[in-house]
């Protein structure tokens, strides 16, 4: 029992972090040093917290799937593509944004295959954590600061053209590198840069997050096989579970949010919690 509260609670965490650009994996990392499942094999942690996201791309699905789903089922849809023949079963604009999201996924998807271990040996850890965490927050307030009384070049997910959709992945391969990051938050940051205002580069990376979270999480599920304990398996669904309800909360509250306020009191944030990260992890490393 007290190892399925631990799930939900690692649930509640993703579910919160995912979305909102503060890095779940600076909290996950936290929350693992305070609460360690037990009973578990050695390589199920960094399974788990990667698996958990799928929770998260569920409540993407459900919250925008009018503006994700690329089939016209039904006849009023296919009047309004307004297309002939097997051509009008298409949504022709959500197949072209689905496009520029696997653009924007070519970065990341290349060099995660070929150097994901690397990545996780070299950077996975607490203190490279706290700087990522910490200098993506000083890029917030900059930004933010820069950005603040110009117009928006890309105002419509419409507007996002393929150069733009390549450019943001490769904002995202920076996430991808350096654990703590936060992959929304590097998005959001490399879309304000060029000119995407802040609703766009939101939804954006929301459908962004589907195929990336989508093959991040098989990755890691081939890698660590399929034998997994009653007991994992248990805490895996729990943990997915608690990860889909929470971001359907998360998900409604910040693009309500964004609608009004800027990014500045995540960057604040983040740097406060990076500090904490490396205190806590000096302090300890010492003791």
């Known amino acids: 029992m007290l190892e399925v509260i631990k799930a939900i609670i690692y649930g509640i965490v993703e579910g919160i972090t995912e979305w909102l650009p503060i890095s779940s994996t600076g909290h996950l990392i936290l929350v693992e040093q305070l609460i360690p499942f037990e009973g578990t094999s050695t390589k199920f942690f960094g399974?788990?917290?990667?698996?958990i996201q799928l929770g998260a791309i569920l409540a993407v699905v459900v919250l925008f799937w009018n503006q994700i789903w690329p089939f016209a089922l039904?006849?009023?849809e296919r009047e309004k593509e307004g297309g002939k023949g097997i051509m009008a079963w298409f949504?022709?604009?959500?197949?072209?944004?689905?496009?520029k999201i696997l653009v924007s996924c070519v970065p990341a998807a290349i060099i995660g295959v070929l150097f994901d271990d690397v990545f996780d040996e070299l950077f996975y850890n607490p203190p490279c954590v706290a700087i990522a965490l910490a200098v993506f927050g000083v890029a917030f307030i900059l930004i933010e600061n820069w950005n603040k009384g110009r117009n928006?070049?890309?105002?419509?997910?419409?507007q996002i053209t393929y150069q733009t959709a390549l450019l943001i992945g490769v904002f995202q391969l920076i996430a991808a590198v350096f654990p703590g990051t936060s992959r929304s938050g590097a998005t959001i940051v490399g879309a304000l840069l060029i000119g995407v205002s802040r609703t766009v580069a939101a939804e954006y990376t929301f459908f962004l997050a589907i195929p990336v979270m989508f093959g991040a999480s098989l990755l890691k599920?081939?890698?660590f096989g399929f034998a997994f304990t009653r007991l994992e398996l248990l805490l895996l669904v729990i943990g997915t579970a608690v990860s889909f309800v929470i971001s359907l909360f998360v998900l409604r509250f910040l693009m309500g949010y964004i609608k009004k306020h800027d990014f500045k009191v995540f960057g604040w944030y983040?740097?406060?919690l990076g500090i904490?990260?490396?205190l806590y992890f000096g302090v300890f490393a010492k003791a």
Do not use: G, P
């Open 152 to 158: 928006c070049k890309v105002t419509a997910l419409s």
């Open 47 to 51: 399974m788990f917290e990667v698996v």
């Open 276 to 278: 904490v990260v490396l």
């Open 91 to 99: 949504k022709k604009d959500i197949w072209i944004l689905w496009f």
């Open 270 to 272: 983040r740097i406060v």
């Open 74 to 76: 039904t006849k009023r």
């Open 221 to 223: 599920v081939v890698d």
